[in-house]
């Protein structure tokens, strides 16, 4: 119970300064949204930060100014940002750095109070870790929602292009036709190379953000396309082809993986069920656990060894085409 109250009290503190910062800022918040209904008004979620990402105020790392001077010109900085516009996240890098703080302190605070200070350290650098696996996930769901998408785009471009549109004009009708991933990111290109940055440059920008295969071979057709000369119709309408071909290998290969990857699943899962019914059934057997030294380090390794299994028998299941 008492381990409740001082969570409770802790959740509490945060919210309480989160609270304290949007009331002083109010006013400062309120002009902004103002100027973005004024300039993005007719746009919304990723198509709106997809936009507003291209003006220098949005590389703010922080709207906390004492943040913000912390992590302006880092190299971490510059890094974690692109990680953020990969995986689609509205988010600035001070944001993300406060989610990775409190999940660190969270953890930590509750795994020292559940038994010792060494544990809770391991489970602080767990929790700070959680935000950065949940960008990686949501940048693995939106890299295959994209790769989705992208042959219907890759359609849709050479059906633009029959009809008379210029590339960047059968860009921007494919931005505002589908929906994010892809629209928004096309949208980006369309919004880029009008203020005047490069058509090569544009492309680069957009194969950074969104890193795959699929998206670099596109890449790559256009900016030879557009060195050499060729059918662009035609090169574009093999790719779309080729691209739907590897999805449906793809989809044979994640069949013949599903039992490794579902083994990875059920043997990191089974010491912890294990251990869970026994601490229930038989307190007094795996009370050692908790309260000798020796017991202590030995959680703290089977945490780590679980984890550890879990990676390399996923990677055992991944086959990249």
């Known amino acids: 119970?008492?381990?409740?109250?001082?969570?409770?009290?802790?959740?509490?503190?945060?919210?309480?300064?989160?609270?304290?910062?949007?009331?002083?800022?109010?006013?400062?918040?309120?002009?902004?949204?103002?100027?973005?209904?004024?300039?993005?008004?007719?746009?919304?979620?990723?198509?709106?930060?997809?936009?507003?990402?291209?003006?220098?105020?949005?590389?703010?790392?922080?709207?906390?100014?004492?943040?913000?001077?912390?992590?302006?010109?880092?190299?971490?900085?510059?890094?974690?940002?692109?990680?953020?516009?990969?995986?689609?996240?509205?988010?600035?890098?001070?944001?993300?750095?406060?989610?990775?703080?409190?999940?660190?302190?969270?953890?930590?605070?509750?795994?020292?109070?559940?038994?010792?200070?060494?544990?809770?350290?391991?489970l602080a650098a767990l929790?700070?870790?959680?935000?950065?696996?949940?960008?990686?996930?949501?940048?693995?769901?939106?890299?295959?929602k994209f790769e989705?998408?992208?042959?219907?785009?890759?359609?849709?471009?050479?059906?633009?292009?029959?009809?008379?549109?210029?590339?960047?004009?059968?860009?921007?009708?494919?931005?505002?036709?589908?929906?994010?991933?892809?629209?928004?990111?096309?949208?980006?290109?369309?919004?880029?190379q009008r203020l005047g940055v490069d058509v090569r440059a544009a492309l680069l920008h957009l194969q950074e953000r969104v890193d795959t295969l699929d998206l670099k071979m596109f890449v790559t057709a256009l900016l030879i396309q557009r060195e050499t000369g060729g059918n662009l119709a035609e090169i574009m309408t093999n790719l779309s082809s080729l691209m739907r071909e590897r999805a449906a290998i793809r989809g044979q290969i994640d069949v013949l993986t599903a039992e490794p990857r579902m083994s990875a699943i059920v043997l990191t899962a089974l010491p912890v069920v294990i251990f869970a019914i026994i601490n229930v059934l038989n307190p007094e057997y795996v009370l050692p656990l908790y309260t000798t030294p020796a017991g202590r380090m030995l959680l703290v390794y089977a945490v780590i060894s679980s984890v550890i299994g879990y990676i390399v028998l996923k990677r055992i299941g991944t086959i990249e085409v």
């Open 148 to 192: 989705e998408q992208l042959p219907e785009g890759i359609d849709m471009l050479v059906n633009a292009m029959k009809a008379g549109y210029s590339l960047q004009a059968a860009m921007k009708f494919i931005g505002d036709e589908l929906p994010a991933p892809l629209g928004p990111e096309f949208s980006r290109f369309y919004d880029e």
């Open 127 to 144: 929790g700070a870790l959680i935000p950065f696996l949940l960008i990686k996930r949501k940048q693995a769901a939106r890299y295959k």
């Open 1 to 122: 119970m008492m381990l409740l109250v001082l969570a409770g009290v802790f959740l509490g503190t945060i919210l309480l300064v989160v609270g304290v910062f949007v009331g002083l800022n109010r006013r400062r918040l309120e002009e902004s949204d103002v100027l973005r209904e004024r300039l993005f008004g007719d746009m919304k979620g990723e198509a709106q930060a997809a936009s507003i990402a291209i003006f220098k105020d949005a590389q703010r790392a922080s709207s906390l100014s004492f943040l913000n001077k912390l992590l302006e010109g880092r190299n971490f900085t510059s890094v974690m940002q692109a990680e953020l516009d990969r995986a689609g996240s509205t988010q600035t890098v001070g944001t993300f750095v406060l989610t990775v703080a409190v999940s660190a302190a969270l953890a930590g605070f509750l795994g020292s109070r559940l038994l010792t200070p060494l544990f809770g350290a391991v």
